[in-house]
């Protein structure tokens, strides 16, 4: 499966985003998705992680309440809903499909989207 994720900007603190990922192909769903994320300097963390079905979703203490992750397996789309961003949250956003696996493990994805840039100004 191939990913595109867009809905990157600059966005002032408190704002919010929805970003999305676009896949190719006719499997998108047998796929668990994920978005991790990677400011300048440091290690890619996880963001967000929803299951094949969509019935699951799993998330880090750094982001819950403030982020949602949903997917249309229709449109071949999982979107990240982002709320009250922080200068923080400035990063590049990427989307990871996985077909086995914890989804916020970094290892053992099938594949990346590009990434897409998320500023947030204080």
């Known amino acids: 499966v191939q990913l595109q994720a867009s809905g990157g900007g600059l966005v002032q603190a408190g704002g919010s985003l929805r970003l999305s990922c676009a896949a190719s192909?006719?499997?998108?769903?047998?796929?668990?998705m994920s978005w991790f994320r990677q400011a300048t300097g440091k290690e890619r963390e996880f963001v967000a992680g929803?299951?094949?079905?969509?019935?699951?979703?799993t998330y880090p203490n750094s982001v819950r309440g403030r982020v949602t992750i949903s997917r249309e397996n229709a449109k071949n789309t999982v979107y990240l809903q982002m709320n009250s961003l922080k200068p923080e949250d400035t990063a590049v956003y990427y989307c990871?499909?996985?077909?086995?696996?914890?989804?916020?493990?970094?290892?053992?994805?099938?594949?990346w989207g590009q990434g897409t840039q998320v500023t947030v100004s204080s």
């Open positions: 192909g006719r499997t998108f769903s047998s796929y668990g």
């Open positions: 990871g499909a996985k077909r086995f696996g914890k989804l916020s493990d970094m290892k053992g994805f099938d594949s």
């Open positions: 929803i299951t094949q079905s969509g019935h699951t979703t």
